[in-house]
């Protein structure tokens, strides 16, 4: 209902012709660090923008159960078992708050999830990696959730209310997500020599897709520029990839493991470390299509999405017998 509401508050603002002054008056409130709400008026490539990114960001947690769901009957004690399970449902939490974020935006839910099936909507690259042993859980935790986490800590400051406010909470889990990720690559780097070598392996696996999830180098990010004017991303890819080898790294070395990058080296002048080149061709085949699990995750979600039919369809007879008592 509510989500109708702003439907069509949006269609009829929509209706309305951008003119120069609307564009700078927009502009000026995003300069002086306004939120922009649901029902205001925004110019329909902000709007566009932010169902784009919020809605893949939404599929990505969603599609991102899948690698931990892989080890929830095989984690190593019950202890474990409650805890990745907690995560798990986390992402699910997160996927749903922003999908509802995406929705004020005037956008159904139905079209967003049509999209993502049909393999229209892009999600995260990460996710189309498979999770081998134990240790990827581990891995999954430190590296993923750490490059989300500092993905994400910007979004909250994002110039768009809704998603701001969605990303609060989502950091706050994340952040438990990747302690309980680095706890366990601990537990093992600290174990048998057959135990850090699972983890050695995992980090092996793991390091050049978590940095291919901050996107494209800054040169070939279409939507950077525009993204940052609008406050909508407040850091460019390659800056926020740069402050995740720094901060990881460090770890790593705490870990007693080591990243798979011959260039990798401190440079002393500027205070960072520098990397060698990610492959980009691999990252373009992934989010093409044509990663090592691809198929396999939209093929699962696909079925998770017939065997909830009745759910939905209890819902909507739900909601319509509580409409007509209403209108009674
Ligand atoms: N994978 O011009 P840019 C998580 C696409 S959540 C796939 O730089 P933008 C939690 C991009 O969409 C992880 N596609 O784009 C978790 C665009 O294509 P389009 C998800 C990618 O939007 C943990 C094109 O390339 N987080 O992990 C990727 O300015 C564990 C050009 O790129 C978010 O979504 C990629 N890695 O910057 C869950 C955060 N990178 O749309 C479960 C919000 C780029 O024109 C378990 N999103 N592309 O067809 C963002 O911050 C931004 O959208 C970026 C990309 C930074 C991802």
Same mark, same amino acid.
């Given at each position: 209902?509510?989500?109708?509401?702003?439907?069509?508050?949006?269609?009829?603002?929509?209706?309305?012709?951008?003119?120069?002054?609307?564009?700078?008056?927009?502009?000026?409130?995003?300069?002086a660090e306004e939120k922009i709400e649901?029902? $205001?008026?925004?110019?329909?490539?902000?709007?566009?923008?932010?169902?784009?990114?919020?809605?893949?960001?939404?599929?990505?947690?969603?599609?991102?159960?899948?690698?931990e769901g892989n080890w929830l009957t095989r984690a190593p004690s019950l202890k474990r078992k409650a805890i990745l399970l907690a995560k798990v449902q986390d992402e699910a939490g997160h996927g749903l708050y922003l999908y509802s974020a995406a929705e004020t935006l005037g956008v159904s839910r139905d079209q967003l999830v049509g999209d993502l099936l049909s393999g229209k909507a892009k999600y995260s690259s990460i996710f189309n990696y498979p999770t081998l042993s134990w240790a990827d859980i581990g891995a999954v935790g430190w590296l993923v959730d750490g490059a989300a986490i500092m993905n994400q800590i910007p979004l909250c400051r994002c110039s768009y209310g809704p998603y701001a406010r969605a990303m609060v909470r989502v950091c706050k889990e994340e952040s438990f997500h990747q302690r309980q990720g680095f706890e366990i690559m601990l537990t093992l780097c600290r174990g048998t020599d057959e135990q850090k070598a699972m983890a050695q392996d995992a980090l092996s696996r793991w390091w050049w897709p978590s940095l291919m999830m901050f996107?494209?180098?800054?040169?070939?990010?279409?939507h950077s520029a525009q993204s940052m004017a609008w406050k909508i991303k407040r850091f460019t890819n390659d800056e926020l990839r740069q402050k995740f080898v720094d901060v990881t790294v460090q770890q790593a070395e705490y870990l007693g493991i080591s990243v798979p $990058?011959?260039?990798?080296?401190?440079?002393?002048?500027?205070?960072?470390?520098?990397?060698?080149?990610? $492959?980009?061709q691999e990252f373009m085949d992934v989010i093409a299509g044509n990663g090592p699990c691809n198929k396999q995750r939209l093929e699962k979600r696909q079925a998770a999405h017939d065997d909830g039919a009745w759910v939905r369809e209890a819902a909507q007879a739900y909601a319509s017998k509580q409409?007509?008592?209403a209108a009674a």
């Amino acid at each position: 209902m509510y989500t109708q509401g702003l439907d069509q508050a949006g269609k009829e603002q929509r209706e309305v012709a951008e003119t120069a002054d609307m564009l700078a008056a927009f502009q000026a409130r995003i300069d002086a660090e306004e939120k922009i709400e649901a029902k $205001d008026w925004m110019p329909e490539a902000y709007r566009r923008t932010l169902i784009r990114q919020i809605s893949q960001h939404a599929h990505s947690e969603i599609i991102g159960m899948q690698p931990e769901g892989n080890w929830l009957t095989r984690a190593p004690s019950l202890k474990r078992k409650a805890i990745l399970l907690a995560k798990v449902q986390d992402e699910a939490g997160h996927g749903l708050y922003l999908y509802s974020a995406a929705e004020t935006l005037g956008v159904s839910r139905d079209q967003l999830v049509g999209d993502l099936l049909s393999g229209k909507a892009k999600y995260s690259s990460i996710f189309n990696y498979p999770t081998l042993s134990w240790a990827d859980i581990g891995a999954v935790g430190w590296l993923v959730d750490g490059a989300a986490i500092m993905n994400q800590i910007p979004l909250c400051r994002c110039s768009y209310g809704p998603y701001a406010r969605a990303m609060v909470r989502v950091c706050k889990e994340e952040s438990f997500h990747q302690r309980q990720g680095f706890e366990i690559m601990l537990t093992l780097c600290r174990g048998t020599d057959e135990q850090k070598a699972m983890a050695q392996d995992a980090l092996s696996r793991w390091w050049w897709p978590s940095l291919m999830m901050f996107g494209p180098n800054d040169s070939e990010s279409k939507h950077s520029a525009q993204s940052m004017a609008w406050k909508i991303k407040r850091f460019t890819n390659d800056e926020l990839r740069q402050k995740f080898v720094d901060v990881t790294v460090q770890q790593a070395e705490y870990l007693g493991i080591s990243v798979p $990058d011959k260039d990798l080296r401190f440079d002393e002048s500027s205070g960072h470390h520098t990397f060698g080149e990610i $492959d980009w061709q691999e990252f373009m085949d992934v989010i093409a299509g044509n990663g090592p699990c691809n198929k396999q995750r939209l093929e699962k979600r696909q079925a998770a999405h017939d065997d909830g039919a009745w759910v939905r369809e209890a819902a909507q007879a739900y909601a319509s017998k509580q409409a007509a008592l209403a209108a009674a």
